[in-house]
Structures are given as structure tokens and as C-alpha cells.
């Protein structure tokens, strides 16, 4: 499976932007898509999940009510982001999992969760 994250860019506080990921090859066995970010020396942090069976969705505390994750179809994720604040700024990864079937709410939190990593996006918000 190979992820092509894209929509990053430079936006003032408090605007929004759309992250798009796309993923391509054996999506087939894909159970759900998600998103991390990583800050310059700051550990890399889960931002959202999307299960594809049930469409449940998982949300990182810090960007609860200003993200929403969201599917068009098995092979495409997006993140819409909202009320962008200055620590918002990281490079944010797509990941899927082919891992995750019946499996809880707390397994779509961890890294390792997720085996397919996109090459990351850049979204930066001046202050």
C-alpha cells in the first residue's frame, strides 16, 4: 500500500485547511486510515482515525471539535482542519492500518497500530 498526503501549506491562525490523502496498491485489506504529526523536537502525536467498516472516528485531544477526519471510499481520507492555532504546525503523516479488524477504540491511538506511513505534509500556522 503506498499513501500521497497533500494539502499542507502556510495559513494564519485561526483559518483552515483540507488535508487529502490517497492511498493505491492492496487497499483491499486496509481497515482504517488515519493521520500523526510531528513538530520539530516534539514526539510524533495521533491526530485522527477513520475505521472503515463501521466508520467510526478517533480524535487527538488537542484537536478535538477542530479536526474532522472523514472517507470518500476504501482508498481515500481527509482532514479538515479548522480554528488552526500556531501548535498546530508539524509535519503531518497518513497511515493505514491492515490490522485493526474488530479491534477497540484504544488500538487506532498507537503508532503501531499503523504499518503504512505516507511521505508527510508540511502545515505551518503563523501566529
Known amino acids: 500500500v503506498q499513501l500521497q498526503a497533500s494539502g499542507g501549506g502556510l495559513v494564519q491562525a485561526g483559518g483552515s485547511l483540507r488535508l487529502s490523502c490517497a492511498a493505491s496498491?492492496?487497499?483491499?485489506?486496509?481497515?482504517?486510515l488515519g493521520w500523526f504529526r510531528q513538530a520539530p523536537g516534539k514526539e510524533r502525536e495521533f491526530v485522527a482515525a477513520?475505521?472503515?467498516?463501521?466508520?467510526?472516528t478517533y480524535y487527538g485531544d488537542s484537536v478535538k471539535g477542530r479536526f474532522t477526519i472523514s472517507r470518500e471510499n476504501t482508498k481515500n481520507t481527509y482532514l479538515q482542519m479548522n480554528s488552526l492555532k500556531p501548535e498546530d504546525t508539524a509535519v503531518y503523516y497518513c497511515?493505514?492500518?491492515?490490522?485493526?479488524?474488530?479491534?477497540?477504540?484504544?488500538?487506532?491511538?498507537?503508532?503501531?497500530?499503523?504499518?503504512?506511513w505516507g511521505q508527510g505534509t508540511q502545515v505551518t500556522v503563523s501566529s
Open positions: 497511515v493505514a492500518s491492515g490490522r485493526g479488524y474488530n479491534s477497540g477504540s484504544s488500538f487506532w491511538y498507537a503508532d503501531k497500530a499503523y504499518e503504512y
Open positions: 477513520i475505521v472503515w467498516s463501521a466508520g467510526s
Open positions: 496498491g492492496r487497499t483491499f485489506g486496509i481497515y482504517g
